[in-house]
């Protein structure tokens, strides 16, 4: 996970666009040396989120050139994009501009209540999105019961029938959370892979900088079960 540094006009920005994509490389760097099977890069220093329609233009257009300079780095490494908070619609028209192979998407399937509102379900216009763009190649991984919310609206539906409904509804696949960010899913959800962020980070804290002795501890560990 590549957390890039807060963007302009929001609370916390404070560095330039290059220092914004330099930091971003210099992370991508560090997975790539230790091969790393993907990355996603994300606007999370954006704090406090905002929804797809108080998007401004300039989110859009510094997370795509952020992206496309990780991609340049990581060569054949899978990248992909979430912009925060449910900006699905950018996540792919930036994807597909920078040259990356997925998207994070939130609210895919049943609505929910976030730290930033209530969010409806979004996979129908997404999709229809994704093909009038030509993007069809840009893969969407769905969060499920996604971390941070209320899903009280939807306490009746279970994670196994959500994950039914979005691959009925065409999500590529599905993205399993703990609670909140830096906590482990129930194991017993999850099948194929992990998606590693706060772990990787000094103290394991996700806003903070990347520690690379953590990062070879796991994957010496990895490796020693194979």
Known sequence: M????????????????????????????????????????????????????KCTPEVVAVMTRVCREV?????????????????????????????LQFIRCESYVYSHIADEGFMNACSGDLLRYRKAIGAEDILVFADI?????????TNDI????TAEAAKFFLA?????????????PNFSDVEQALIIGSYF??????????????MKRLFDKLNSLQ
């Open 201 to 214: 980070k000094k103290n394991g804290v996700w806003s903070n900088d990347l520690d690379e002795e953590r």
């Open 71 to 99: 991609k340049q780095v990581m060569g054949d490494t899978p990248c992909g994009v979430q912009i925060l908070a449910a900006m699905n619609k950018e996540a792919i028209a930036t994807a597909f501009a920078a040259g």
């Open 145 to 153: 019961k996604k971390k941070h919310c209320s899903h009280a609206v």
């Open 172 to 184: 590529d696949g599905v993205i399993v959370t703990g609670l909140k960010t830096g906590h482990a």
């Open 158 to 161: 279970d994670i196994k029938q």
């Open 2 to 53: 590549i957390h890039v540094k807060s963007l302009p006009r929001t609370p916390r920005h404070s560095l330039s666009l290059q220092q914004l994509i330099d930091n971003a490389c210099e992370e991508a760097a560090v997975y790539k040396k230790h091969s790393i099977d993907g990355v996603i890069i994300e606007n999370m220093h954006d704090l406090p989120y905002v929804t797809a329609d």
